[in-house]
């Protein structure tokens, strides 16, 4: 007889040293930067400089759908951002597609402190997860195609602050941790299309176990998760645009492998707000969530509403 | 006595938009410090100068200023002030400098983008722009 208990990876060090290699990694990029920068400054008493011009407004913002988008806004924004997740849409006008059966929500901030970095925070209402994240915009494409893509790495640390009580599978403060990493490729094809795609890492430092018939402890998931996703953007109008996007997970797990992902909208831009809705299959407001947890199946219509609102400021 | 109910609520209705409407002012003199009315445009107007300004003034100045510079956008009517017609002649003969320091400085309802749109050139680009919204 199988029996559901918690799991913890004897090497949950590893989201350690994850967070450790994401830190040195951007830190390695603002040197190598720098260094550009000088040298370009160098070279101008030698020949004419070129300034660089970058391609402008990929996406409409911070967000496809789901994903994030390789976007950074201008250094001084402050972003406001509502997310809502929606029921199953399966039980029709009982709960309006969903829309009154409940809902995941976040509520998150986040801000451009100096160019190309972004870093917010975000409360969640689905375990009363909050999470702090950070965005670096590595490369951007320039007009004159010598860098043909936009390339942004994204990293989030998500904590569970629910008391802890016996039946929460809670032991030690790391089982309260998840991360999300991903590193985002884009390119604007024309002003109107543009298309994105990423690889992602989800790492739970704690997962779900059973005792298998020998009485031992095993996870049903892996702590670590690989996919990938593919989206895009295509403008309908000056401020309207069709958005998609898909994730496929890439790792196989012992037991109850997440599914894919495929979600469609439209994406809504003014001057200081960005307004999404779309259907899809992803039902968390975390990432990490819904790449390790999505059990909705496109393939049996398994669909939840959504939205995400932002508001700019300008500081 | 209900159709004569609906009638009133509908003509006060009216009444108090018309209000609305009377209250918003003409744009006044606005006055540009001449070191920046002389100012000269360092982005020639090409096609490329004209596509990227239009993208910023769908995305920034469409809602008020209309899409084609009517002054007819969608937030117009909520304006304390009647944004300008930029098709006509006396927006027209405006120097770029003058167009340049008003996006910058911004007055009354219309805000400094100083920060929004932080890269000079963009600002001359939408100048590019307006200059094709003459009639």
């Known amino acids: ?19 450790i290699a994401t830190i040195l990694a951007m830190g390695n990029t603002l040197i190598a930067q720098d260094t550009t920068a000088t040298s370009a400054t160098e070279d101008t008493s030698a020949s004419t400089v070129v300034k660089k011009k970058y391609v402008k407004s990929t996406f409409e913002g911070n967000y496809l759908i789901d994903e994030q988008t390789v976007m950074v806004p201008i250094k001084g924004t402050l972003e406001f951002g509502i997310h809502h ?76 602050t629910r008391k802890r009580t016996s039946s929460l599978p809670i032991v030690t403060f790391s089982d309260r941790l998840t ?34 018939d020998n009485k031992n402890i095993l996870p049903k998931l892996k702590n670590d998760h690989l996919s990938f996703c593919i989206g895009g953007r295509y403008k309908i109008s000056e401020k309207t645009a069709i958005i998609v996007n898909y994730d496929q997970p890439l790792t196989q797990h012992p037991m109850n492998n997440p599914n894919p992902n495929l979600s469609i909208g439209l994406d809504m831009r003014t001057s200081g707000h960005d307004f999404q809705v779309f259907i899809g299959n992803y039902g ?22 959504g939205f995400n609102i932002t508001r700019l400021y300008n500081f | 006595m209900k159709k004569l109910s609906i009638a009133f609520v509908f003509a006060i209705g009216i009444v108090s938009a018309s209000f609305t409407i009377m209250q918003q002012q003409a744009p006044k003199p606005w006055n540009v410090p001449d070191a920046d009315a002389k100012k000269a445009n360092p982005v020639k107007s090409s096609s490329e100068s004209i596509a990227s300004g239009k993208e910023v003034w769908s995305l920034h ?14 937030k117009a009517a909520q304006l304390k002030t009647q944004p300008s017609d930029f098709t006509k002649a006396s927006f027209q003969s405006q120097s770029d400098g003058s167009l340049f320091y008003k996006v910058v400085a911004g007055r009354g309802d219309m805000p400094s983008f100083k920060k929004k749109i932080p890269e000079k050139e963009d600002i001359w680009n939408v100048v590019n722009y307006m200059r094709t919204l003459k009639k």
């Open chain 1, 284 to 305: 968390y407001t975390l990432p990490q969530d819904n790449n390790l947890l999505n059990h909705n199946d496109f393939t049996k219509g398994q669909f939840v509403i």
């Open chain 2, 61 to 74: 100045c469409m809602s008020c200023h209309g899409k084609t510079g009517l002054g007819d956008g969608k």
């Open chain 1, 179 to 212: 991360f999300f990493n991903q590193l985002l490729i884009a390119r604007k094809i024309t002003n109107a299309f543009s298309v994105q795609a990423g690889i992602n890492l989800t790492h739970f430092n704690n997962v779900e176990g059973y005792y298998d």
């Open chain 1, 1 to 19: 007889m199988r029996h559901i208990y918690k799991y913890t990876s004897p090497a949950c060090n590893k989201m350690v040293l994850l967070v």
């Open chain 1, 85 to 160: 997740r929606f029921g199953p849409t399966n039980n029709g006008f009982t709960d309006l597609f969903g829309i009154f059966g409940g809902a995941n929500m976040r509520l998150g901030f986040a801000y451009v402190p100096i160019s190309n970095l972004q870093v917010g925070f975000g409360a969640n209402n689905n375990n009363m997860v909050v999470d702090f994240n950070a965005k670096y915009a590595l490369l951007k494409q320039t007009k004159d195609n010598r860098m043909p893509v936009s390339v942004t790495l994204y990293a989030n640390a998500a904590m569970d």
